[in-house]
């Protein structure tokens, strides 16, 4: 494709690729467990072997590439690079342009529910004047978007990103919408191109201020951030260590074996989510297994995660004086992995909305896509 050409894209997986997944899923090796660990190890072997069976016995591929392609899909050449994404239209009087941004292990599939949503507002209790034009791409290294052969850090991500937008698609002004890397990479889009964006919606902060950090005299809020980010660093952050320092160790095992993928990943969903402990209270098997899928058929795990090295050798920081301009809306779930107190987002963000949400995690669009679409709605309702 020549630079900035955009070409459509059907997701069409080869039949070899899944006969080889089948084959491994047969010869899957489980490993052993402590008695009566449940989780507390890790993923829980009980439950991978019911999950491993469900995939390799009953869960349909085709049909769920069959629901993947219902929204017209387009690569886009971009400085050298095929960039996957999602481009469908608004049904409304003037839909705006919306860059919804996944992060890890997520997909653009976590968007698969809540894009009706945002594009057709009035078919499911919103007002057509609410309506977007929803561009979701997989980020460089994810999915079906390309890696480049060196290394790519944030700074150097986002202006692909907003390249796609403005000269592959010709939006100058869009409204931003991310979580987990989406926030970062939405964040640094909405810093450094600011007069292209309408307004930036995030669920998960992506930068801090570079100051305040240690307060003094901490408010009970700042405590209860404080404990809480000390208590994921301590027991949750070892996935962080190794993929932001050994990224090519780790995916010998994750690219070759579909149930190591599988436990790596879905381990997160249960602990990030609202969910009890129960991960299929919010997400379905067939669920957690597409979004695993996309990483497998594309064997995109390395290239993924290798931006976690990238971020912590050569971290976007602000400088001092210095946030986040474009109006900005947070909306908090109560289960997000990172929630600093307002004060502390203020410092880094322009804010304009802060929602507290009653329920829900990490991967916001998939466990309460209403809350988050009427959300977006209302924040960017008469913003150009």
């Known amino acids: 494709m020549a630079d900035g050409k955009v070409q459509p894209f059907k997701i069409d997986i080869p039949d070899a690729v899944l006969t080889d997944l089948r084959e491994r899923l047969d010869r899957t090796r489980f490993p052993g467990e402590l008695r009566d660990s449940g989780w507390g190890y890790g993923s829980n072997l009980a439950y991978m072997k019911e999950l491993v069976e469900y995939w390799r016995t009953r869960y349909d591929w085709r049909a769920n590439e069959r629901e993947l392609n219902r929204y017209a899909h387009f690569r886009a050449d971009v400085d050298g690079l095929g960039i996957h994404f999602v481009h469908e239209k608004g049904r409304g009087p003037n839909p705006k342009p919306l860059l919804l941004l996944h992060g890890w292990p997520g997909s653009v599939y976590e968007f698969q529910q809540i894009i009706p949503m945002l594009t057709d507002p009035a078919a499911h209790g919103g007002d057509a004047k609410d309506s977007f034009t929803v561009i979701a791409p997989s980020l460089p290294g994810y999915g079906f978007s390309d890696y480049p052969p060196q290394s790519i850090n944030i700074a150097e991500m986002s202006p692909i990103i907003h390249k796609l937008m403005t000269s592959a698609l010709g939006y100058d002004r869009f409204c931003v919408q991310g979580g987990d890397w989406g926030s970062v990479v939405g964040s640094h889009i909405a810093f450094a191109f600011t007069s292209n964006v309408i307004g930036l919606h995030l669920n998960m902060p992506g930068v801090s201020a570079s100051d305040g950090a240690n307060p003094k005299s901490p408010t009970e809020e700042e405590k209860r951030f404080l404990a809480e980010a000390a ?17 090519q160790t780790l995916a010998y095992s994750l690219n070759d074996s579909p149930a190591g993928l599988l436990a790596w990943i879905v ?32 064997q995109s795990i390395r290239t993924s ?9 050569d971290r976007w920081r602000l400088k001092p004086g210095t946030r986040v301009e474009a109006p900005t809306a947070f909306a908090v779930f109560p289960y997000e992995i990172w929630r600093p107190p307002r004060n502390w987002a203020e410092r880094a963000y322009n804010i304009q909305r802060w929602t507290v949400m009653p329920a829900g995690g990490h991967f916001a669009a998939m466990e309460q896509p209403q809350a988050l679409a009427k959300d977006i709605r209302e924040f960017f309702r008469g913003r150009d």
């Open 267 to 298: 381990e997160k969903f249960r602990v990030w989510s609202d969910c009890g402990g129960d991960v299929e209270k919010v997400y379905s098997k067939d669920q957690l297994i597409t979004n695993v899928m996309i990483y497998w058929v594309t």
């Open 231 to 247: 208590k994921f660093r301590s027991e949750e952050a070892g996935y962080q260590a190794i993929q932001g320092s050994r990224p």
């Open 305 to 313: 995660i290798q931006l976690y090295y990238e971020y912590h050798h």
